[in-house]
């Protein structure tokens, strides 16, 4: 895993040291409340407090944060050095993604998460609350085996690594729809977050619907 220096990256954006940088952001499509979020922080006015709102490919939502906001907030779209901002950053304010938690545990910075969808997101919320949060071990019982949770810095590695990671086979067709049109490499990884690996959708079928599967293998 590739690691930023933390002073480095806030000499880059032009942070001051003395600055407490709180990133917020949404996914690919930014997906949060960014506005809202932004004013309560504003109004709050917590002393030397640097609001970063990173909205992605969600070009509406960056014009009018930029519109309100702009001279009180730095504002940016779809960026390739988020791994650096976060390295400079001392907090962020997130969805609870999968993909999203993950880089967020690598890169150590303070997590506070927006409102949890039900399902993956609480999960996800409940599980790092438990398994992440200040007194836990980094450690988690897996079916009777223990196992140590890592970093492995998920936005260093490339779209076909991402598919492997979530569960996808190797012979999973990412750079390209069924037209054969070609995907670019931001569009791979924006799709990996929210996609439903092969063996997941199998394993579902088989535990809810197992007459379906049984017919399936005998016809076979």
Same mark, same amino acid.
């Given at each position: ?9 806030? $000499?880059?954006? /032009? ?5 407490? +940088?709180?990133? #917020?952001? /949404? ?11 932004? *004013? ?6 917590? @002393? ?5 709102? +990173?909205?992605?490919?969600? !070009? ?8 309100? =906001? ?5 504002? =940016?779209?779809?960026? $390739?050095? +988020? ?13 609870? /993604?999968? #993909?999203? &938690?993950?880089?967020? #545990?690598? &890169? ?5 998460? =927006? ?12 599980? #790092? ?6 007194? &836990? ?9 223990? =196992? ?21 086979? $190797? ?21 990996? /977050? ?7 959708? !199998? *394993?579902? +079928? ?8 049984? &017919? @399936?293998?005998?016809?076979?």
């Amino acid at each position: 895993m590739i690691k930023h220096d933390k002073q480095k990256c806030r $000499e880059f954006f /032009g942070w001051d040291e003395n600055e407490r +940088v709180c990133l #917020l952001m /949404g996914g690919g499509e930014g997906l949060l409340p960014m506005a809202e979020i932004i *004013a309560a922080l504003q109004r709050a006015a917590l @002393k030397n407090l640097r609001v970063v709102a +990173v909205t992605g490919h969600n !070009e509406a939502l960056a014009a009018q944060l930029q519109a309100k =906001y702009g001279a009180t907030a730095e504002i =940016y779209g779809f960026r $390739e050095d +988020v791994p650096q901002l976060m390295a400079g950053a001392d907090m962020i304010i997130t969805k609870a /993604g999968g #993909l999203t &938690s993950a880089e967020v #545990l690598a &890169s150590g910075l303070d997590l506070l998460i =927006y409102k949890p969808l039900p399902g993956q997101e609480e999960g996800n919320a409940a599980f #790092l609350q438990q398994y992440c949060g200040e007194d &836990s071990t980094g450690l988690v019982d897996i079916g009777g085996v223990t =196992y140590r949770i890592v970093d492995i810095g998920m936005r260093m590695l490339q779209p076909h690594e991402l598919y492997r990671a979530q569960g996808f086979p $190797e012979w999973y067709i990412i750079d390209q729809d069924f037209r054969g049109v070609k995907y670019a490499k931001d569009k791979q990884v924006a799709r990996c /977050g929210n996609a439903v690996p092969p063996p997941f959708a !199998e *394993a579902l +079928v088989r535990a809810n619907l197992p007459e379906l599967c049984q &017919s @399936k293998e005998i016809a076979a």
